[in-house]
């Protein structure tokens, strides 16, 4: 019994669902259904048959959860096993090609054709990059620092997070 709670403690913080985990959570609705059921018997009322139903049902999309997690985790493996046997012959035979190498000498690839087309491209982009520098220049380039004006208008010239805390300090002491 001991195991079991450990085991249950740890698999509070395994993602997914563990074994452990589902057999606690069957027994607590087994738990539940029998109490239900001992309620119906001893007030007659209708509404332990209604929890009973909502129970069932709840108990009964947890399991199916769990069964639908289990065999797309399943189908994961499976096809992370397809993936690698491919790979893993290729390297038996010893011509086992670089990501990044080519099947044939013509092939269209950006990389290839990137070193003909630079010319064209700084030419195109230097319009924009002269613009683009007019604009995005640092303060000091443009004749001095710039100060950002104050939210409240007053203009202490102190530039620190604390000044706004200084300004609600001097409101409450007047």
């Known amino acids: 019994m001991g195991s079991f709670m450990e085991d249950l403690w740890s698999s509070i913080f395994t993602p997914g669902p563990t074994p ?18 001992a ?5 007659y009322s209708i ?11 709840l108990w009964w999309s947890i399991n199916w959860f769990a069964q639908e997690l289990r065999r797309v985790q399943a189908e994961e493996v499976e096809k992370k096993q397809l993936s690698e046997e491919p790979a893993e012959s290729q390297s038996l035979d010893g011509n086992r090609k670089t990501p990044g190498a080519l099947d044939s000498a013509e092939s269209d690839t950006e990389t290839e054709s990137l070193p003909e087309r ?22 000091e380039e443009h004749g001095g620092v710039r100060k950002r004006l104050s939210v409240s208008g007053d203009s202490s010239g102190y530039q620190s997070t604390d000044s706004e805390w200084e300004k609600v300090d001097d409101g409450k002491a007047t």
């Open 20 to 37: 452990t985990l589902l057999i606690a959570t069957n027994v607590t609705f087994a738990a539940l259904q029998a109490l239900l059921f």
């Open 39 to 43: 309620l119906l018997v001893a007030t």
């Open 47 to 57: 509404h332990f048959v209604v929890l009973s139903v909502l129970s069932g049902a």
């Open 118 to 139: 630079k010319g064209a491209a700084v030419t195109a982009a230097a319009p924009r990059s002269i613009a683009a520098s007019a604009t995005l220049q640092p303060p």
